[in-house]
């Protein structure tokens, strides 16, 4: 089974202040996705990338910057932080035919004060 | 732009009785659709997703039958189990590997004893 790390897994913020949300993947997939999850709104596509130095902005980007500096490694970025980006943000790699599928790791909860 | 639609946020059943979740889809291509579980507090995992030629996937006593002149790919079982508990999302993708995948707002299954 295909291993997606995220890190910190909980994070507490102030509004104004930057964050950095980490992602390692092990598997050499060069797909990878940042996703986050509120109720009544279910997952939604912030940032993703289809290989080292490559980043494209998703469906909501506006707020977030994201860094893809290797293969393994994708970044996702709040320069100045909202209340409004309090939610559960999900980092994934696959979406290729080979891997035929998502994998998702466990989420980091942020909370922006 | 794509949708995908979850009618019931929560659906509520006994163990044993059968289980239907709606999901229905707007594409202006022909997507592959796929169905998410996500048990409490672990990541989001396939659970199926349709094929090209039109057979009918199956997983864990789960499955789903694209209809694309309903547009809907809803979720079925025969019966109900405990473990069944969980949130599953739908969503669709332009391609098979399931990149940019969208997601319905997702429906959470509760099953009672």
């Known amino acids: 089974e295909a291993a997606v790390t995220q890190s910190p897994r909980n994070k507490v913020a102030v509004t104004g202040g930057k964050v950095t949300l980490s992602c390692n993947q092990t598997?050499?997939?060069?797909?990878m996705y940042w996703y986050r999850q509120d109720t009544g709104h279910g997952l939604r596509l912030i940032h993703y990338?289809?290989?080292?130095?490559?980043?494209e902005k998703g469906d909501i980007p506006d707020g977030y910057k994201a860094s893809r500096p290797s293969q393994e490694n994708f970044s996702l970025i709040l320069e100045l932080a909202t209340p409004s980006q309090t939610s559960v943000y999900f980092c994934?790699?696959?979406?290729?035919?080979?891997?035929?599928?998502?994998?998702f790791g466990h989420g980091t909860k942020l909370s922006v004060l | 732009g794509d949708s995908v639609t979850q009618t019931e946020g929560l659906v509520t059943l006994t163990e044993g009785l059968p289980v239907m979740l709606n999901c229905t889809y707007q594409?202006?291509?022909?997507?592959?659709l796929f169905w998410y579980v996500q048990h409490l507090n672990e990541a989001p995992k396939l659970l199926l997703k349709?094929?090209?030629?039109?057979k009918r996937p199956e997983h864990q006593g789960f499955h789903a039958t694209l209809h694309k002149s309903s547009s809907s790919f809803h979720l079925q079982k025969s019966s109900a189990q405990l473990s069944d508990s969980a949130l599953y999302y739908c969503?669709?993708?332009?391609?098979?590997?399931?990149?940019?995948?969208?997601f319905g707002k997702g429906t959470q299954l509760i099953i009672q004893p």
């Open positions: 994934a790699s696959g979406g290729t035919i080979s891997n035929e599928r998502l994998f």
């Open positions: 598997n050499n997939h060069n797909n």
């Open positions: 990338s289809y290989g080292a130095g490559s980043t």
């Open positions: 594409s202006t291509y022909s997507p592959f």
């Open positions: 349709s094929f090209t030629d039109n």
């Open positions: 969503a669709l993708s332009h391609t098979e590997g399931a990149d940019r995948l969208t």
